[in-house]
Each structure stands twice: as C-alpha cells, then as structure tokens.
C-alpha cells in the first residue's frame, strides 16, 4: 500500500471516527435536553395539581412522592443510557486505535 493510499485511508477513517463521535454527544446533549425539559414540565404539571387540590381530602404527599420516584427512575435510565453511550465511544476509540495501527502496519 503506497503511501498516499495509507494517507486517504487513514483521513477517512479520522474523518467516520469523528462522526461517529460527534453522534454520540449529540445523542448525549438530547438525553440532557430531553431530561431537562421533563422535569421542568413535571414540576409544572406537580404545582398545578397541587394548586387545583388543595382543598382536597387526598393525601398530596403521596403524590408527591410517587412524582419523586418517576423522577429517580428516569434519571436511573437516562444514566444507564448515557453510560452505554459512553462504553460504545470508548470502543470506538479502542476500534480506531487499532486500525490505525493495522494500516500503519501494511507494507511495513
């Protein structure tokens, strides 16, 4: 493999690794964003149903600590995706890396 040949091979996969990464974040800044915007419409949707109820006999508490599990469970999940997110770049990494040598390699 000449040298201008190992030279494109290796621009195009900087260039698939660097995508890929980039997919990655933004899948992570969406779950961020997603993440955000719940719990602002959450508390939202908790105070309205607290201010219409008041009067109310049910126990409001509960309520509230039932919205309060949602939320953990929600974040639980968004962490596992974020955390499976990161295991898959830190592959990628690992996948770059060797290929990099792999072609470095050829014709040596």
Known sequence: ?????????????????????????????????????????TGQLVQKIMYLSKNDHWDNRQFYHQMEAIDRNLIHTAQNYERQLEEKEQELTKSYRKEIERIQETNY
């Open 1 to 41: 493999m000449g040298t201008v040949e190992k030279q494109r091979k290796l621009q195009d996969l900087e260039e698939r690794f660097n995508e890929n990464k980039r997919q990655i974040h933004r899948q992570q800044e969406e779950i961020d964003h997603q993440l955000v915007n719940f719990r602002k419409e």
